[in-house]
């Protein structure tokens, strides 16, 4: 008797994640005979069966796929009748044809595997490397293609027999689970004092909690890289860090045992409890409880805090034993550097700064942070997109083979093209020194090695100094430069898959502007290939260029001179008058004045106008601090100034920071001021795109850029666009900030190439 019979074709994230033995497992049940098996692009499925039993099966199949499963396509064709299969099979695939799938994330160690862990009578009990086919580590252990025990650092770890059996087994949670072992079979653990010798203890794990419990600082190693980690309810400890690892004032991050314990110390939504267990497992920024436990110095003069949940066995190890505190979880390194991630770079660089190390000897292959997001509008926002997120590829809109873009300044990422698809980088930092261009360059081989792309172009920033440039001269390839905020610009369109001519509004710090100024206060009117620069804000002095950056009192100064001429001399008390009279200078005469429209600028003048943030030590703390103050329940705006200008319209930031100075100098509270500052440019910039969607007949709005990170002033400005008829796009799977310039990049690169004479 003869049977209907279907091919189905399923790409995507598909291979290594369980999908085959889900398939097994499916067609089990519903009395489905076939095989399936690994292809180039994903999984294929041969099935035979009855026509309500093959329906079930393809639901089933499309419905409940394996956790760490990303379907891309799903395609079923017809093949002929035929004679039911002697039982389902999964097949091997000819050895070289599993190249071109995707790299799948790492993950939080799974439910299941945490049971087995707590379960004395399992062989896994207390094993602080337990996985299984739903969990564990991927992307950061992964030499190259396929994916492939041998090709992955667990290499060095043949399996035991016990372990061998689930490995082939169908019927296993570990069936060709590549990085599983056992403690007969598996890496170690093992403790070192901070010059890298061994401390001799029965139970590493157990002496480093003792450690951390007496407030010593101990570097854990991670998924990507290494932590620093200390008793977050310990000021003198986490003061101690803080100097070692020279960060001032920047917030650090805490780890607690599981939500319940954050809610000591946070406020949590239900979104945000969501995004603390989800498998991604990111740190997640909450509004701080007031009077909570917490070592005031841990997020200092910021209302919010950084939490996250324990995401490796390790981690769940070391809140098991019971009275260990939330933890400082912080990378390990020291500012401005890149994450440990090498044992030997960890001993040697960390070794100042930490007391002893939890350490062990299955290899990291390639760095990656932890990734942070905050609930803004009811949605989350990346503040940093890394592990648990990379490297998912978005969709590009265009076919960029070979196209390897090098993204921004500040807040880097490298994106790379196949077919129509992008793969986006982690966050790898500032690039602004040799070291962190060296670990540009190996984050990028990595990419190349598991994607198997070979660069064809180049993609930089239009900045001419940037170092990035370095990189195509070396490789001889040809690169094109494109705008930085036509980047940001095009970056949120493409999440959204918009390509026709659509507004966006790029608030950020700094981009290299067409005209040589500082642009970042801008109104764009973008399609992938080009852009028109429709509206921005005015230009304001930038005394000593980068000094005014670290400095934001001198901004404020600038500023303010620059519109009330002496009257400025009265702000800035804390400034001396030698200091004030040296910026005044600089204005009055323009030398090393640049010109810039950057709303970041404008937003650390208006903090340091208010004595809220004079003194930068972290990027963005001006901005940040001035967010974290500004009372919500206040209403008031100033008003919003905007005028036109040969058909560009302008927003007056310095008449706006003039009436915060005044309103706050009548004696009006800081808190209250900041919020009308933020509403007010918020209440300008809904004007400006009312003004353009009039000219322009284009009611689509992005926004982007890193001052969308700030939640008040994209609600706001949101709810402002919303009320005025415009459709609003946000990003959803990549920061605002700089990590999301390559993805521009890419897609401009790729919309260009083939329409080359479109400017
Ligand atoms: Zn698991
Ligand atoms: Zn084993
Ligand atoms: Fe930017």
């Known amino acids: 008797m003869k049977y209907p019979c279907v091919h189905i074709a399923i790409k995507g994230a598909v291979q290594g994640v369980g999908f085959r033995p889900f398939v097994f497992r499916t067609a089990k049940h519903f009395a489905i005979s076939g095989w399936v098996q690994n292809d180039a692009s994903g999984v294929c499925i041969e099935a035979v069966g009855k026509v309500s039993d093959l329906e079930k099966f393809i639901s089933e199949l499309q419905s409940s796929p394996p956790p760490l499963a990303r379907v891309q396509s799903f395609d079923v064709s017809d093949l002929p009748p035929r004679e039911a299969l ?106 070192l004092d901070g010059s890298g010798s061994v401390i001799a203890c029965a139970d590493p794990l157990a002496e480093c909690v003792k450690l951390l419990s007496q407030g010593k600082i101990v570097a854990v190693k991670g998924l990507g890289g290494y932590h620093l980690a200390c008793r977050a309810d310990d000021r003198i400890a986490v003061e101690r860090l803080r100097q070692k690892k020279m960060r001032e004032e920047k917030p650090l991050a805490v780890m607690v045992r599981d939500v319940r314990m954050a809610e000591g110390y946070a406020k949590i939504s239900d979104k945000e409890r969501a995004l603390l267990e989800s498998p991604e497992r990111p740190i997640v920024v909450l509004a701080k409880k007031p009077g909570s436990a917490l070592a005031p110095n841990i997020a200092p003069r910021v209302p919010t805090l950084g939490v996250m949940l324990p995401y490796t066995p390790i981690h769940h190890l070391l809140f098991t034993e019971g009275g260990m505190p939330p933890l400082v979880m912080t990378s390990g390194n020291t500012t401005d550097e890149p994450i440990a991630f090498t044992n030997a770079d960890a001993l040697s660089r960390l070794g100042k700064i930490a007391d002893a190390f939890l350490t062990h000897d299955r290899d990291i292959h390639i760095r990656n942070d932890d990734s942070i997001v905050r609930v803004a509008a009811g949605n989350p926002v990346f503040m940093r997109r890394s592990r648990g997120f990379v490297p998912d590829p978005l969709a590009a809109l265009h076919d960029v083979q070979g196209i390897v873009a090098l993204g921004g300044v500040l807040k880097s990422t490298v994106a790379f093209g196949r077919g129509r698809m992008c793969y986006v980088s982690q966050y790898i930092g500032a690039v602004d020194t040799v070291e962190m261009l060296d670990s540009l360059e190996s984050v990028a081989s990595h990419f190349m090695d598991i994607l198997e792309v070979d660069p064809g172009l180049f993609v930089c920033d239009m900045h001419p100094g940037s170092l990035v440039r370095l990189v195509p001269k070396k490789a001889d390839i040809p690169f094109i430069a494109v705008q930085h905020h036509h980047a940001h610009a095009v970056a949120c369109m493409a999440e959204n898959e918009l390509s026709d001519k659509t507004m966006a509004v790029v608030y950020d710090g700094t981009g290299y502007g067409q005209d040589g100024g500082v642009w970042g206060g801008e109104i764009l009117l973008a399609d992938h290939s080009g852009f028109e620069r429709m509206g921005h804000l005015a230009y304001m002095p930038l005394p000593g260029g980068e000094a005014a950056i670290s400095n934001p009192g001198r901004m404020a100064l600038a500023l303010l001179y620059s519109e009330i001429g002496d009257a400025a001399k009265a702000a800035c008390p804390w400034m001396n008058d030698e200091e004030k009279a040296a910026v005044i200078e600089m204005v009055k005469t323009g030398t090393q004045c640049v010109k810039t429209s950057s709303m970041g600028r404008l937003f650390d003048a208006v903090s340091a106008l208010l004595g809220v943030c004079t003194k930068r030590t972290y990027e963005g703390q001006p901005a940040i601090e001035l967010e974290g103050c500004a009372d919500l329940s206040d209403i008031d705006e100033y008003d919003p100034s905007t005028s036109n200008r040969n058909n560009v319209v302008l927003i007056s930031g310095g008449k706006i920071a003039v009436q915060a100075y005044h309103d706050f100098s009548r004696g009006t509270p800081r808190e209250k001021v900041a919020m009308r500052f933020h509403r007010t440019i918020a209440r300008a910039t809904a004007i400006a795109v009312g003004k353009i969607a009039h000219m322009t007949g284009c009611d689509r709005v992005c926004l982007t850029g890193g001052c969308f990170q700030n939640v008040i002033l994209l609600e706001q400005t949101m709810r402002l666009l919303n009320d005025l008829g415009s459709l609003v796009f946000v990003h959803r799977r990549l920061p605002p900030n700089d990590e999301c310039i390559s993805f521009g990049q890419i897609v401009i690169a790729g919309a260009k190439r083939i329409a080359p004479s479109v400017n």
């Open 86 to 191: 002697s039982g389902f099979a999964i097949t091997e695939s000819a050895l070289g044809e599993i190249a071109r799938v995707d790299v799948t994330r790492d993950t939080a160690v799974c439910p299941a595997c945490i049971r087995e862990m707590n379960d004395p009578l399992d062989r896994r009990y207390r094993h602080p490397f337990i996985n299984c086919t739903d969990c564990g580590p991927r992307f950061t252990i992964i030499k190259s293609l396929p994916y492939d025990r041998p090709r992955t650092t667990m290499a060095a770890f043949p399996l035991c027999d016990d372990c061998k059996k689930e490995y082939d087994s169908p019927n296993s949670r570990r069936f060709h689970a590549q990085p599983i072992c056992c403690p007969e079979c598996g890496p170690k653990l093992a403790l």
